[in-house]
């Protein structure tokens, strides 16, 4: 009994052992398979990454959307295309879903710096401008020689008040990448706010140059001519913004000032008119359709885009004053007075001169007031 005994549990020994030698074997064929499915999956996803890409560049966000979630659902843990998923979200004008994607990047990898980057632009989008410089400069910490990053943190300091610091962003990523036309554009803006057009006109010619494309910085460029009374050339970019963007509202406006400062009233009216087709809330834009009306001899047609301007912004003192010399004009010296009250409650510098003209109410020698350029 005890040899059959021990001749039993030996042969279960023998059983026993060949599973756990089988078993060791397994396991190593196993790993090896994984490793193969993995290396395979993260080829399947870095491809689907790159298809991605090429349909950014193409604008065809649907289909980047669509590929860069495939990466992902190939390989879930891609810090990469979770990054370039968020950044497409932001082409989309989506910048609540661009700011998840971006923190779900960041979690995956934290040393992702294009992805600190991009949640910055996120949080501009979303108004929140400390948070966007903030991520600005964990970018640049992670990668110090980073363009974009440069530009982003430019952008939050201009609009935190800190234009001069923003200047020196703008220039730093310029010098990083002088092609970089989003940072000479930015660069423009900045300038033009310090009232330093001549430098602001170099900038948008800058980027006009390496994005001649680009309807904001032909748009800009329009601007600084405006703003140094070069109308012309501020005529010839504003249809260049026109072309490139027909449905482009506040650079229809701007060639409307440009028309007008060259006494083509026909024009400057047609700008006006296509401008407050896209946008009806430009009181400005009526403001300045009255003053072309009253160019033209269409006194009523003035009246009602005055009286339009101010229903809009009732603050808008240009609209008064030009509303109560056409009323002057046409004899209502009472609705004159009224717009005169308007005014001075309004503590506007064009009170007293209105005031002038109903005390000179036999000399029409009337001035209406063009709204300025953007």
């Known amino acids: 009994m005890k040899r059959n005994f021990w001749r039993t549990c030996l042969g279960r020994t023998t059983v026993l052992s060949g599973i756990l030698l089988w078993g060791t074997g397994f396991i190593q064929q196993f790993a090896d398979e ?13 491809h689907l990454n790159q298809v991605g890409l090429a349909h950014i560049r193409q604008a065809e966000y649907s289909k980047a959307l669509q590929a860069f979630q495939q990466a992902i659902w190939v390989r879930p843990d891609y810090a ?5 998923l968020s950044a497409t979200f932001g082409a989309l004008g989506e910048p609540e879903r661009q700011k ?17 980057n991009n949640l910055g632009t996120a949080y501009g989008k979303l108004g929140q401008f400390e948070q966007q410089r903030d991520a600005a400069l964990h970018a640049l910490r ?24 923003a200047i020196g962003c703008y220039e730093r990523a310029i010098v990083i990448r002088s092609s970089y036309a989003a940072a000479h554009h930015n660069l423009s803006t900045a300038l033009g706010n310090l009232g330093l ?38 005529a010839e970019a504003g ?18 000032v440009a028309y007008g400062n060259l006494g083509q009233y026909q024009e400057e ?48 003192a240009n609209a ?55």
């Open 142 to 165: 992670l990668k110090p020689d980073y363009a974009e990053a440069y530009n982003n943190l430019g952008f939050a300091l201009s609009q935190l008040g800190e234009v001069v610091a």
């Open 320 to 374: 008064h004053y030009n509303l109560g010399l056409i009323l002057l004009a046409a004899g209502n010296r009472v609705g004159a007075l009224q717009q005169y009250a308007m005014l001075r409650d309004l503590q506007s510098s064009l009170a007293p001169r209105l005031l002038q003209e109903l005390q000179n109410a036999y000399t029409l020698r009337l001035s209406p007031q063009r709204s300025p350029a953007t």
């Open 239 to 256: 249809k260049g913004a026109v072309r490139l963007k027909p449905d482009f509202a506040s650079a229809r406006y701007q060639l409307g």
């Open 197 to 234: 057009w001549n430098q602001a006109l170099d900038a948008a010619r800058q980027a006009v140059t390496h994005s001649p494309r680009w309807p904001d910085a032909v748009h800009n460029l329009s601007i600084a001519y405006a703003r140094l009374g070069r109308w012309s050339e501020a």
């Open 269 to 316: 009216m047609r700008e006006y008119q296509a401008a407050l087709r896209l946008r009806p809330d430009l009181a400005d834009a009526e403001n300045n359709l009255g003053v072309a009306y009253m160019a033209l001899g269409r006194l009523k047609k003035a009246i009602g885009a005055f009286r339009r301007a101010i229903r809009i912004n009732p603050s808008l």
């Open 100 to 116: 998840e994607f971006a923190e779900r990047a960041l979690a995956l990898d934290p040393n992702l710096a294009e992805a600190h």
């Open 34 to 46: 994984v490793k193969k499915r993995q290396s395979a999956a993260q080829t399947e996803a870095y």
């Open 80 to 84: 990469a295309a979770y990054h370039n």
